[in-house]
């Protein structure tokens, strides 16, 4: 049964810093690409990032390049999402996403299994 776990979220205050983790279980973890959404209340979820299986490479939004690091360790079937320079409008309920055709797209229908979300609360 494939499990996708999100953690790290929280409350912080506008300009600091959160690590978002999502441990999965259940699959060849190395063979998946991950992606990270995010949902706002009253909004559609939308993309943040995703990083490819195999090479890594990684796709960021440009609404939040510059702010956000997207990484992965497979001996520890991990991704990650770092974001920093927090602005109010950054929370939302966060989502970690795996396709299992290594597939990187922008798009919620792209993506097989999904967590169910840690909160991240920014305050000004």
């Known amino acids: 049964q494939v499990q996708l776990v999100e953690s790290g979220g929280g409350s912080v205050q506008a300009g600091g810093s959160l690590r978002l983790s999502c441990a999965v279980s259940?699959?060849?973890?190395?063979?998946?690409?991950l992606a990270w959404f995010r949902q706002a209340p009253g909004a559609e979820r939308e993309f943040i990032a995703a990083?490819?299986?195999?090479?890594?490479?990684?796709y960021i939004d440009n609404s939040v390049r510059g702010r956000i690091t997207i990484t992965k360790d497979d001996a520890k079937s991990a991704a990650y999402l770092k974001m920093d320079h927090l602005k109010p409008e950054d929370s939302a309920v966060y989502y970690c996403a795996a396709n299992v055709r290594n597939a990187v797209a922008g798009v919620e229908a792209f993506y097989d299994y999904w967590g169910q979300g840690t909160q991240v609360t920014v305050s000004s």
């Open positions: 990083i490819s299986a195999y090479n890594g490479r990684t």
């Open positions: 259940g699959v060849n973890f190395e063979a998946f690409a």
